[in-house]
């Protein structure tokens, strides 16, 4: 873009010339990075200043009147917001504490070389190719209390009676269970493969050495495996930590927050401030913009006590 | 692989703890392919029989008719149209986006690169939600792109593009300038080297570009089913699908649901079958750079 005018203005040294030389074309380098450059101001940089804008404000999409501090008031009594931040995290720590374990243990059994493994492999990865909104809608089938398959198969296992079926969806108790269920089978080959690939290049020689010393197949693992695989978990964690505050695509569809406000993450509570899709109810845009602003600084808050733990941890370590 | 697995010998107690390991891993591959099995078997059944439940995944009478229906009567060939253009559409201009930015970040030296860069990889970050929708959903209706798939795809492109840039840009840096020099010295301008050098050398990356940006287009779903809440004949798949789930009528139409699940599945499994070391690659290749 300006590309001409800083080179210009820049002492003569020797090596300019040669500079030049490899420099030329800056008017297509920059008609080629227009393209980006645009989609970036409009696709992130614009709705950032807007939700600012907004922030003190009520907007229902029409009309947009100033109301000063309201929002940030009405945000800390707010009771229903809380209770969904409650809920990200509970919702968070369940998945976190299922997943990434599983993920683990899938990939040192895929690692052992096992004949198929590559076919494994691609069966475990498949769920993270299907739409989010896709796969909420098989697990509302699946978790259907009257008619799911998950009740048909436990009560042919005689492990429910067919008078009281689970309400995987509709029972407070349970739907936690429901959502985490779906969230891992769609999110977990994702973090599996991250291992596989961080496991693959560990080398050979180190369990070679280890299979001599005698070391049986625990403590492979908790002596080799996982202290070579540390910084691809570290990773994997903090992927995992801000996917898992993220989601609400797939929470949606399969509950819609529901029943009443128990699985209503915050993103979710959000939307539906912003889009207000319940009839008679009208959009509180100024809010929730504010409310987004707190979610992402929630989000940013554990990232960063996040990364400070594991950097603790690796001082210790 | 296979070198290594016929040179390791195992005992009788090692070859029966891996049988066993075999058998979980198998088991566990039952388990994931379940729900996919359960919903395309399910889409052939009558509503009858999906209505009443039960353990039986496979349909006691298989009929068609449900995809007839889904077809003609649900619109899905409007959806399946629309799913088709929109995910056609991302990939294509994810493909140009990217692979031009890429290979300016890489190759060229200018003033205020490391900002605009780190702009970049700070919105990678930032997530608000979807309150970002709702500016460009009012930018759409001012620049009345709001008739058209358009808004989505360009949207779409743009939420995406900053991961694709990372790929290309780190592929790029791997391409010898050896290569850019040379073509300089017989004629080619920044543009020629681009057309007919690097472009043709990123034809991997490019692929995993094109097809994480397919499953992208294909999967959107918050976004275009905001866009299109007030024209039908523009939703994809995944919103056609889902708002046939709200409906209403309760559990009424749960054979054509099962279709139009299918519908939305097969296409993209079909997919991942063909090209699964391009997604499974672009994801590593993604967490190294990004």
New interface residues.
Partial sequence: ???KV?YTDRPARPRDKKMR?K????V??GL??L???I??C???????I??FRYICYNYNGFKATYTGVRNFTRMWGDAKFWNSVVTTFEYAGLKLIFIIPLALI?AV??N??????SL????????T???????G??????F?T????L???L??LGIISPQAPIGWLTDVGVVMAAVTIMSV?GGF??YM??FV?GMTSIS?DVYESSRIDGANAFQTFFRITLPMLAPVLK?VLM?AI?GAF?D??AIM?LTDGGPGTRTNVM?LY??KL??ANEAGSQAQ?GY??LL??A??II?GGVTIIYNLVARKLDDVV | MAKNESRIVYSPTQKAIRAVLWVVLAFFAFLVIFPVLYIVLGSFKENAELLRGGSNIFPSQWVVKNYTDAWEQANFAVYTKNSILLSLGVMVGSLIVSSMAGYVFSRKTFPGKELIYSIFVMFMFINVGSVSLRPLYELAIQMKMNKSLWAVILFSIGGGQATYIFLCRGYVNSVPRELDEAARIDGCGFFRIYWNIILPMLKPVMATIAILSFRQGWNEYIMPMVFTMTNPNLRPLTVGVNLLKNAGDGAAAWNIMFAGATIAIIPILIVFCCFSRFFMGGLTAGAVKG
Avoid at chain 1, 42 to 48: Q, R
Avoid at chain 1, 112 to 117: D, E, H, I, M, V
Avoid at chain 1, 129 to 135: G, L, R
């Fill in positions: 873009m300006s590309t800083t030389l420099e030329s074309g800056g297509s380098a080629m990075l393209p980006s450059i989609f970036l409009i696709c992130s940089v614009y709705p950032f807007w939700i899938m059994l895929l052992q070389k096992l004949k198929g493994s494994f492999r691609g069966v475990y990865f498949m769920p190719v299907i739409s989010s909104s896709i796969s809608m098989i697990f509302t089938f699946i259907a009257g008619n799911g398959v009740n048909g198969v009560t042919s089978w080959g994702n493969l991250y690939t050979e990773v992927l801000t993220k609400y695509e569809v993103f959000i939307y912003i889009f845009i929730g913009a987004s602003v979610a992402a989000v």
